[in-house]
């Protein structure tokens, strides 16, 4: 099973209010990662976890949050939605151990922020 | 700091035919790795191909290939005898391979492909 999955695949939010998306792979891969993608861009690496160990873009630190409670699960938590969060988030998940491992991607959780 | 540029936004072509779509970036690591990715109409994303950069010979998968010009920093993804479904988003990333943490992407070009 090569398969990322990601819960809600949609998701209408408040402004101001918290979000949390859920990332789960049974690949046993050793890290798991969350972009942001909006039309036309490039996806943006919000964070990854690489085993227990958390990075965070410069950029985005204070406005994203993760946890990785285990191997196969992953969070994205945003405390305090704006309109700008509004985009798809994408999970993913490889063996980042190795330079040349491909990422495996999940469907996507589109957030719409009101 | 590494960086990948996609120029092309948008190409069409005729089904059955070749495209090239390019890909550029920067790098001052000596060893890196270069992926295409595409993204479908639903949104999933899935690998494609993998070029490593101390590798001369060009990757071939299937009806993809690579044009790996290293003197130029370009890495371009050739797609033979295209269909239909090949219509899509790609996405051309980087990982560095003495410095990286983490694959870097371009803006992605999309394809058409017309009957």
């Known amino acids: 099973d090569t398969t990322v999955k990601q819960n809600p695949r949609y998701k209408l939010a408040r402004v101001g209010k918290p979000v949390n998306l859920i990332c789960s792979q049974t690949m046993n891969h050793d890290t798991m990662y969350w972009y942001q993608k909006k039309p036309n861009q490039a996806p943006k690496l919000l964070l990854f976890y690489y085993d227990k160990i958390l990075n965070r873009e410069a950029d985005t630190f204070e406005k994203f949050q993760s946890s990785r409670p285990n191997n196969s699960f992953c969070s994205l938590y945003i405390g305090s939605a704006g309109l700008e969060y509004s985009a798809m988030y994408l999970c993913?998940?490889?063996?980042?151990?190795?330079?040349?491992?491909?990422?495996?991607f999940g469907p996507g959780t589109r957030l719409t922020v009101l | 700091a590494q960086k990948v540029t996609q120029t092309q936004t948008s190409i069409s072509v005729m089904e059955k035919t070749t495209v090239t779509m390019d890909c550029v970036y920067e790098?001052?690591?000596?060893?890196?790795?270069l992926f295409w990715y595409k993204q479908t109409a639903s949104g999933e994303i899935v690998f494609l191909i993998r070029q490593d950069s101390y590798k001369k010979e060009n990757a071939t998968v299937g009806h993809y290939s690579l044009n790996f010009q290293k003197p130029k920093s370009s890495i371009g993804l050739i797609i033979t005898a295209t269909q239909i479904e090949d219509s899509a988003v790609y996405f051309c990333a980087m990982r560095e391979g003495d410095s990286g943490t983490y694959q870097r992407f371009g803006t992605g070009t999309k394809l058409q492909v017309v009957p």
């Open positions: 993913a998940s490889s063996l980042g151990q190795y330079n040349y491992a491909e990422q495996f």
């Open positions: 790098t001052q690591d000596s060893s890196y790795f």
